[in-house]
């Protein structure tokens, strides 16, 4: 399948219109309503015959799809992390590192049937602006089988402009941790709700990825990858974000805002979890789900290691701290933990750092968990790290900013 023409450089400079800045009042924060709202939790064993119904009750236990998605357009960032291609041995990505394809049509038909007006399912295909059906179809799915399961269904890569002809900028409320902003794929404001469907998996630098880290995929590289211009973005995607946001090695191209310090740690136990919090304050989660059924842990791709594992749940909720703060527990870790001790023992903990700014609580006397309790969900990931590489990597100090 052939990449679509992308704007030129000249194109895209000429005229203010190249980058279109975006209020938070536009955007519809349903996440950032309360510091506590309701998780549902629930067993499932397998992605066959339960998955439909099991979702449809967690979903009607956080009040019903109907109330977000009636009549709207829906943006669903996917987790399809890594290049497409690659396996854990011989597991399939849905099995491992992605989240399972029959999640994302299931997701997406209870969508249409409590009356989506769109569904556009998102991700920043690495280093790539491929079609997202193609990379799709490079893992072997059939994203036609997807499309299927509602009415109105659209792909996007986000990981540059896309159909969009402009980025826009989302500023995050205050000054932000790392970046007062970000520019991003028009899909990210096109849309009245957004949805983070995530993977529960561990991290090895954020010691666990779930709704929220999602969306540090949000970001195309096209303007944040490691080798893009100065003055101009790249017209296609052709790295991943390691040198602007892991690293701190080189700041965005000029038409993206700096840092908000450039004399803050260098280290990306820093300034990762940072970034995570900065984007899902910028551009709100409105409805965080999580693939637990099957899963890997250790780390958060084969890349860096990692063995598969068999959780058997799924975790849902309307505040991101929340739900990935119950999702930490179902994974046998403390979401009170501080930097340098499990999970987060290679970084700041990201949910302490977005509650401090008003995101939601990590505290799990502060949430009510509906469906199966924490106990009886929890599968524990501790010792999967014996399978990540590097194993003995050093503890975080703690910087705090």
């Not at 009040?63 to 960032?77: D, E, F, N, S, Y």
């Not at 399961?149 to 969009?164: C, M, P, Q, S």
């Not at 790392?178 to 630098?205: E, G, I, M, W």
Request: glycine content about 10%; charged content about 20%; aromatic content about 6%.
């Amino acid at each position: 399948m052939r990449v679509p023409p992308a704007l030129s450089r000249r194109q895209f400079l000429a005229g203010s219109s190249a980058v279109l800045g975006l209020g938070v009042r536009r955007l519809v924060p349903f996440a950032r309503a309360a510091p506590s709202a309701t998780v549902s939790v629930a067993k499932c064993d397998a992605y066959g015959a339960e998955l439909l119904p099991t979702l449809d009750r967690m979903f009607d236990q956080l009040g019903g799809l109907g109330r977000l998605v009636k009549g709207r357009t829906v943006a669903v960032k996917l987790n399809l992390t890594g290049p497409s291609t690659m396996r854990l041995g011989t597991r399939p990505a849905g099995l491992a590192h992605w989240v399972h394809p029959r999640v994302i049509g299931a997701v997406v038909h209870l969508m249409d049937e409590a009356g989506a007006h769109r569904i556009r399912l998102l991700e920043s295909g690495y280093a790539s602006a491929i079609p997202l059906d193609e990379y799709m179809y490079q893992a072997g799915w059939d994203a036609g089988e997807i499309v299927r399961a509602g009415r109105r269904v659209e792909l996007e890569n986000t990981n540059w402009l896309g159909r969009g002809s402009a980025y826009h900028r989302f500023d995050v409320p205050g000054t932000g941790l790392l970046f007062p902003s970000y520019l991003l794929n028009h899909s990210f404001r096109d849309c009245d709700a957004f949805v983070s469907l995530a993977k529960l998996k561990d991290h090895t630098t954020t010691g666990v990825t779930l709704s929220m880290k999602n969306c540090f995929g949000n970001i195309p590289t096209t303007i944040y990858g490691d080798h893009v211009a100065k003055d101009e973005p790249d017209e296609l995607p052709h790295s991943g974000r390691n040198r602007v946001f892991h690293d701190g090695a080189r700041q965005p191209p000029s038409l993206a805002a700096p840092e908000v310090d450039p004399a803050s740690p260098r280290h990306e136990g820093y300034r990762i979890p940072r970034v995570v919090v900065d984007i899902c304050a910028a551009r709100p989660i409105d409805l965080a789900i999580i693939d637990g059924i099957d899963s890997m842990g250790g780390t958060e791709g084969p890349w860096s290691g990692g063995e598969g594992c068999h959780p058997g749940v799924l975790i849902a909720g309307t505040n991101c701290v929340n739900t990935d703060a119950v999702a930490t527990a179902v994974m046998g870790y403390d979401p009170m933990a501080p930097a340098g001790t499990s999970p987060f023992r290679t970084s700041d903990n990201f949910l302490e750092l977005a509650e401090r700014v008003g995101l939601g609580t990590r505290d799990l006397k502060q949430i009510e968990v509906a469906g199966t309790p924490i106990r009886e969900a929890r599968f524990d990931f501790a010792p999967l790290i014996r399978s990540r590489f590097p194993r003995n990597l050093p503890p975080y100090p703690g910087e705090k900013s």
